[in-house]
């Protein structure tokens, strides 16, 4: 087996044992990165000389000290994570050349622990969209049928994971940007609780919603990368002043008596029918590892789409008035300086960003605020308190992740709400804050992933990680690579 197929914990070992070195593996990742990746499109950018330094320096320190928990792993950030120094384009023209200044937290948190950054990943614009097509450079591809969309906005992410072009990823969840394009490649994708990660050097799309997590090829990965990056923040107001647990500890940890809630909102006229069966055999296969399924009900999911786009797409409009060519990034040449502005952010901006700014325009504007945002807000609140209604009967929730497998490339690129109805089960959960799991689950009869998503109670994603381990380890989904 070649060593970039191997997980974080996997080459610990082999580090640990002095078998191999990190300047090994980021070899190996670098001559997998020249095999597949024009057939992939997983990055925006490859920092090769950068990473190789980075392990030569690993392997210096490893003489001495190996109990970093990510010494010599090369991980890939999504390109909207700010990395000092490095190009950080959140895949727009408006940022086609900023250069961070600052290190984000998460990033900064993993340099202690001795991560080695191995590249950028493509994702849509301002993590704006589900399929990563809204790319203002080139769309990413699916590792196990590249005539397919990887899912989004993570897309780069989670197929720079799928195809072992890295050994980990850090994407970013607003909507379900990191569950979504790791059911569709069947990765491994977690959302912490609001709160529970820095979003310090997150660039914003809706800072009510978004949330930094792992993208890893199993469940202990994602428990392992999750207990680098979360924690109370200084530069994040929002972050919670929350203790944070091992989150490995729970790992291997016996399911038995642990109750399981099956929402019949989210099993629905026409979701893909190969997925409810899957989804349906996952629970299946938790009751005979001690779980106890129980029906709930979660009545205001069917609000969730338009009060998510309310909400989401307002802040968006808010955050991204800072780019307007006068501070950084893309500048437009004109005469007059309302030219400047207006020519800066039409032809920095793509189409789909411009769509959503002015949707959100539209509902924080005069005489509209209350009938759009304000509603949204309340309708927020409802969801929120229907998970806890069912939390208090229930320890986790299952659900499928996604409603269809990957779709074609170009497929619903014309057909807004189509593509917006993709994060159907995966934004609700941003609404109300919890956190939540994609793993994988089950394939199609065309060979695509689907997704088991296991939803939690505020700020416990030990019991998340713990029951999709079990049901990890209880199947083979998981070992299965794509054919590249």
Known sequence: MDLFELGISELRALLEKREISSVNIVESICKRIDRVENNIKAYITVTKEHALHMAEHADKEMKNDITKPLLGIPVAVKDNICTKDILTTCASKILSNYIPPYESTVTARMLKDGYILIGKANLDEFAMGSSTEHSSFFATRNPWNTDRIPGGSSGGAAAAVAANECIAALGSDTGGSIRLPAALCGVVGMKPTYGRVSRYGLVAFASSLDQIGPITKNVNDAAIL????????????????????????????????????????????????????????????????????????????????????????????????????????????????????????????????????????????????????????????LIKDDFENVFKTVDIIATPTAPTPAFR????????????????????????????????????SDKLPIGLQLIGRHFDEETILKVAHAFEQSTEWHRRNPNL
Request: glycine residues 8%.
């Open 226 to 381: 999750l207990n680098s990056i979360a924690g109370k923040d200084t530069m994040d107001a929002t972050s919670a002043p929350m203790d944070v647990p091992d989150f490995t500890a729970v790992i291997g940890e016996d399911i038995k008596g642990i109750k399981v809630g099956i929402p019949k909102e989210y099993f629905i006229k026409g979701m893909d029918p190969e997925i409810t069966v899957a989804v349906q055999q996952a629970i299946k296969q938790l009751e005979t590892l001690g779980a106890v399924p129980v029906d709930v009900s979660l009545p205001h999911t069917e609000y969730a789409i338009a009060a998510y786009y309310v909400l989401a797409l307002s802040e968006a409009s808010s955050n991204l008035a800072r780019y307007d060519g006068v501070k950084y990034g893309f500048r437009a040449e004109a005469e007059e300086l309302m030219d400047m502005y207006l020519k800066s952010r039409s032809e920095g901006f793509g189409q789909e960003v411009k769509r959503r700014i002015m949707i959100g325009t539209y509902a924080l504007s005069s005489g509209y605020y209350d009938a759009y945002y304000k509603k949204a807000q309340q309708v927020r609140t």
């Open 409 to 444: 490339l170009g497929e619903k690129i014309a057909d807004p709400l189509q593509m917006y109805l993709t994060d159907i089960f995966t934004l609700s959960v941003n609404l109300a804050g919890v956190p939540g799991i994609s793993v994988p689950c089950g394939f199609t």
